[in-house]
């Protein structure tokens, strides 16, 4: 075989390779399992800031750290206990967007929310685009405040307006 | 010559037309229009940038269904190959290829454009928005890139600047672009990604083609060659420039060839064995040996008179629709040019004919061009047929007029019109005879002529 | 791409009442997660339509709001509302306390007048004293990533917030334990979890890099949230600054993945 042919065989294999280990954000969210505390390795705390001013710096960040202020990741709390009541699956409403509807199900377990399923999203268009996509994340989302025994999570993340509308009110039946 | 020969195995008939195939292929269109507006494709009309999208996403399924067509045609599928005929398949491969990639292109800015209409975006970004945060859709954004390139390397300037193996190679990653186009369409495609049955009609479309192709390019051919085992048993100069291979191998009374049929071979020796060469068969299969007859036309060509004994051979085949299975008048015309005597000849011993049914007309420039002379005489005694030879070079004292008009040949042959007519030689000169008896009131379904460019 | 962001409770427990408020306003979803059983929902209501009404004035992005007006010049300072004064003055001040890292007139952001850093967690801090005049002392209010919370979950324990990790939507990197009993107490997180051309540092107009994500834990919702703003829009240094503020605690994520908070922060992390 020529060699050129077998230059373009070994490049087109390589680059296939990294082609399909390309990951967008939405595989990096995979769904499933019970989302962790990550440790995500020694973080050092810094005292107050000196009177010289704002630039003055503490060993930052960038620094090799001999961190005074480690913290191992907790453990965590016992769960309070929970009662039977409160288990089942609930719709919510069908809620309109612009391109469809989107109504979703909480499924809770022992007064816990455990799933959040899509049952209907809107499928064409931009929003149809962007649901074949999402729906796995929204769904993942919506239980990742649940273990940990963590009430509320900080960090700004992208909205669907109808989709929370809809798992409000599912959570609004679930409550009878 | 004929009287003791066993019955030898044939390739099947197939009854179905090509009409009925076009008819397949467009009422399966129908349903994938269908599916599109049961989908809600049209109620996205009532938004500006709705249109872009609705027109991109149509676009976009029959690209990708087109795209799947492209691959059965280039398959081989016997059903198709006898039915259609090779030259006439890659014909339309050639014509739905750029169809098929302008509708990709298509789809590209469409979707594109309505969907950074619909954000409020502007086009580059939205583009790479789309490359990057979506699954699937970086592929999609490469297989884009190979269709473009796959085509550009096909249009006709292109190919004169190209070698024919280079040509080949970059038309491979045509595969890869469907195959990389795959993804995006069932994961995001909206007609698929939210309808199960949708999804299993178009995976099952891919699944049939993908099948269709690794069945006849590539399980059969190796199963046949396999099994008989062929190799070069003989070489043998037929005149300046000729040579013709015999192929030998095991239980050659069990393959089923035409006379008037190719092969494609590919000698397995070290430099080259990638070449496929389509080869005529230039005697009737007797179940003993194939013969393959060839002209030195530089290249590749040149080495095969030094073939070493032996050598073992990669075959496909048996193709072509130039043979006695498409013959229905009792009288029969073969008209060869230079080479095309190759299949005729082989034609000329098979076809069965009474005395005076079957003439050929063999036309050569030279007398040295003229090859098997021997054997079309002794055939002709033999089987009472008649070989007419048309030696000269055109407009010289020898040949001053065109001896293969209508007219000519009407002097020649003055049953004519009343024959079957089976061509074989360079296109121009053929293309030229079939006009011409066109014109002369020969029904164009009698007319068999068979181009060797693909 | 849109994802949901909820603040949810960890426990519905028979025993605990809790009623769930969604509102999608100020280009987020804000939830209010209320614990005290005897506060009507009429307060609910009253919280809920307090937010949009912020929206309708205060929003950059809707050419009616009176922000988008005083940017266009169509009035002047003095003839806006009482609350949209205050607001200004209020980011004034931290335009000044954060050497211009905080500053809503920066060149190069959209509408050109934005003071959204600031306005989100004054809104929600406005909607928790309307809850807490109709009595409520224990809630969660959760405005698109940022928390303001009162009280406690249940008996025994504080309220718990995750900090979510950079990079991987479905998981928390650090857990803050917020004690608010005697008073509110409050998470905000800047970072570059949204599309990065949201936080441009006004000193040079570019995209601010040098962390992925910078909390600030403090008592008002909206310092935290314009400390936050304009910490991560100082990079290396933001920590630091923060440092110097009192009451206002750091933590922040570097784009190697590691964090590095304030003194004050260690005894919140759980």
């Avoid at chain 1, 990550?38 to 930052?60: D, E, F, M, R, Y």
């Avoid at chain 2, 090509?18 to 292929?25: D, K, P, S």
């Avoid at chain 2, 040149?302 to 009288?331: F, N």
Wanted: aromatic residues 8%; contains cysteine; charged residues 20%.
């Amino acid at each position: 075989m020529p060699k050129r042919a077998i230059t373009a065989l070994i490049t087109t294999v390589i680059a296939l390779v990294l082609l399909l280990s390309f990951k967008t954000p939405a595989d990096s969210g995979a769904a499933g399992g019970a989302p962790a505390l990550v440790s995500i390795g020694p973080g050092s705390s810094i005292g107050p800031a000196s009177s010289s001013g704002p630039l003055a710096g503490g060993p930052g960040a960038g620094d090799s750290p001999t961190p005074p202020g480690t913290r191992p990741p907790g453990t965590t709390p016992a769960p309070t206990k929970v009662t039977a009541k409160g288990s089942g699956t609930f719709t919510g409403d069908a809620v309109q967007e612009q391109f469809g509807v989107i109504q979703v199900q909480a499924t809770m377990t022992g007064g816990k929310l455990t799933a959040v399923t899509v049952v209907q999203m809107p499928t064409r268009g931009r929003s149809g685009f962007i649901s074949a996509d999402a729906a796995p994340i929204l769904e993942s989302e919506a239980i990742a405040a649940q273990s940990a025994s963590i009430d509320s999570v900080s960090g700004a993340t992208y909205t669907s307006e109808a989709y929370a509308q809809s798992l409000q009110s599912a959570l609004d039946h679930a409550k009878g | 010559m004929t009287s003791n020969r066993r019955a030898l195995p044939v390739p099947r008939r197939w009854s179905i037309r090509t009409r009925e195939i076009v008819a397949v292929l467009i009422l399966n269109g129908l349903l994938i229009g269908a599916m599109w507006i049961r989908h809600g494709g049209l109620d996205q009309l009532a938004d500006p940038s709705g249109w872009f999208i609705a027109l991109g996403e149509l676009v976009g399924l029959y690209g990708g269904y087109l795209a799947l067509i492209q691959l059965v045609l280039m398959s081989r599928s016997p059903w198709l190959e006898q039915v259609v005929g090779m030259d006439s398949l890659a014909a339309a491969h050639r014509w739905v290829g750029f169809v098929c990639v302008w509708l990709i292109v298509g789809h590209v800015l469409l979707t594109t454009i309505g969907f950074a209409i619909a954000d409020g975006q502007n086009l580059v970004v939205e583009a790479w928005t789309l490359l990057t945060t979506y699954e699937f859709m970086l592929m999609a954004g490469v297989s884009l890139v190979l269709f473009i390139g796959v085509a550009v390397s096909s249009v006709r300037v292109a190919r004169r600047h190209l070698a024919y193996e280079t040509w080949h190679g970059l038309h491979l990653y045509a595969y890869l672009a469907i195959a990389l186009g795959l993804g995006h369409q069932l994961v995001t495609g909206s007609d698929f990604a939210h309808d199960p049955l949708a999804w299993d009609y178009w995976a099952g479309l891919y699944v049939i083609a993908a099948g269709l192709i690794v069945a006849f390019r590539f399980v059969e051919p190796l199963v046949v060659s396999v099994r008989h085992q062929f190799r070069v048993v003989n070489v043998e100069d037929e005149g300046p420039g000729v040579i013709s291979i015999y192929l030998g191998g095991r239980d050659l009374d069990q393959f089923a060839i035409r006379a008037g049929q190719f092969v494609i071979v590919r000698f397995l020796v070290r430099d080259g064995w990638w070449r496929g060469h389509p080869f005529s068969i230039s005697a009737a299969p007797n179940g003993r040996w194939l013969r393959l007859t060839v002209k030195d036309l530089g290249g590749d060509t040149m080495s095969m008179a030094s073939l070493a004994i032996d050598t073992r051979v990669y075959l496909e085949g048996p193709y072509g629709l130039l043979t006695g299975a498409r013959r229905v008048r009792r009288r029969v015309l073969l008209i060869a040019g230079g080479i095309g005597i190759a299949p005729l000849r082989a034609l000329f011993e098979e076809l069965p004919a009474g005395p005076g049914d079957l003439t050929l007309v063999y036309r050569a420039s030279r007398p040295t061009d003229i090859v098997f002379r021997d054997e079309l005489d002794h055939l002709a005694r033999a089987r009472g047929a008649v070989v007419h030879y048309l030696i000269g070079a055109r407009g010289s004292r020898a040949m001053p007029a065109d001896p293969l008009t209508a007219a000519a040949l009407r002097q020649l042959v003055p049953d004519l019109r009343q024959r079957e007519v089976y061509l074989c030689g360079p296109t121009p000169m053929m293309e030229a005879v079939r006009d011409g008896l066109r014109a002369s009131g020969l029904p164009p379904g009698h007319i068999h002529f068979e181009r060797f460019e693909f | 791409m849109q994802r949901a962001e909820l603040g949810l409770g960890s426990q519905l427990d028979e025993q605990i009442e809790r009623r769930l408020r969604i509102v999608s306003t100020m280009g987020t979803i804000i939830g209010i997660d209320l614990r005290d059983p005897a506060v009507p929902s009429g307060a609910l209501d009253a919280a809920e339509a307090w937010l949009v009404e912020v929206d309708a004035r205060f929003s950059p992005f809707r050419p009616t709001s009176e922000i988008s007006r005083l940017a266009r010049g169509e009035i002047e300072p003095e003839a806006c509302a009482p609350d949209v004064r205050y607001v200004l003055t209020r980011c004034e001040e931290l335009r000044v306390a954060s050497h211009g890292s905080f500053d809503i007139r920066a060149e190069g952001l959209r509408g050109g007048l934005d003071p959204s850093g600031y306005v989100k967690g004054w809104a929600v801090e406005e909607a928790a004293h309307v809850l807490e005049a109709a009595g409520a002392r224990n809630y969660v209010i959760n405005a698109g990533g940022d928390v303001l919370v009162r009280g406690a979950p249940e008996a025994g324990r504080p309220w718990i917030v995750g900090i979510r990790h950079p990079l991987e939507p479905d998981q928390v990197v650090a857990r803050v334990a917020l004690p608010a009993t005697e008073g509110r107490h409050a998470l905000a997180t800047s970072g570059m979890y949204e599309r990065v051309d949201h936080i441009v540092d006004p000193q040079t107009g570019l995209a601010a890099i040098s962390w992925l994500s910078l909390s600030v834990a403090g008592p008002s919702l909206a310092q935290a949230d314009a400390y936050a703003t304009a910490a991560f829009a100082m990079g290396r240094v933001g920590l630091a600054w923060l440092a110097g503020l009192p009451g206002y605690e750091g933590y922040a994520i570097d784009p190697g993945l590691r964090p590095s908070w304030t003194a004050g922060f260690d005894p919140l992390l759980v």
